[in-house]
């Protein structure tokens, strides 16, 4: 079955930067676009980027726009969030998920329907 695995999270602190990474891994799986969610304690799940898997278009919220880069690497099956200027808020539990049908931004900001989803890194950032 296909597995998403998230890594690259950590302790950092405010102002720093992290790479996050999610490979894909088990049978071919054709998929429309990868993106990231976080989930904060306390808090709802929330969108934070996503890519088309086919032209590489992205999207973002606005919480994170200019700060934060999402990017793909088809021959390793892997999507990647640069993250740069963190800020204490962005805390939280970082979750990587593919659809394989195309869903507009606005579906994708929901995260209803994804198709598969990982279990989770951790970024913590410090004041």
């Known amino acids: 079955q296909v597995q998403l695995v998230e890594s690259g999270g950590g302790l950092v602190q405010a102002g720093g930067s992290l790479r996050l990474s999610c490979a894909a891994s088990?049978?071919?799986?054709?998929?429309?676009?990868m993106g990231w969610f976080r989930q904060a304690p306390g808090k709802e799940r929330e969108f934070v980027a996503a890519?088309?898997?086919?032209?590489?278009?992205?999207w973002y919220s606005d919480s994170v726009k200019g700060r934060f880069t999402i990017s793909r690497d088809n021959a390793k099956n892997t999507v990647y969030l640069q993250m740069n200027s963190l800020k204490p808020e962005d805390t939280a539990v970082y979750y990587c998920?593919?659809?394989?049908?195309?869903?507009?931004?606005?579906?994708?900001?929901?995260?209803?329907?994804?198709?598969?989803w990982g279990k989770g890194t951790l970024v913590t950032v410090s004041s």
């Open positions: 998920a593919a659809a394989v049908p195309y869903y507009t931004s606005s579906r994708w900001a929901t995260g209803y329907g994804m198709d598969y």
């Open positions: 890519i088309r898997w086919s032209g590489g278009i992205t």
């Open positions: 088990g049978p071919t799986f054709s998929r429309n676009a």
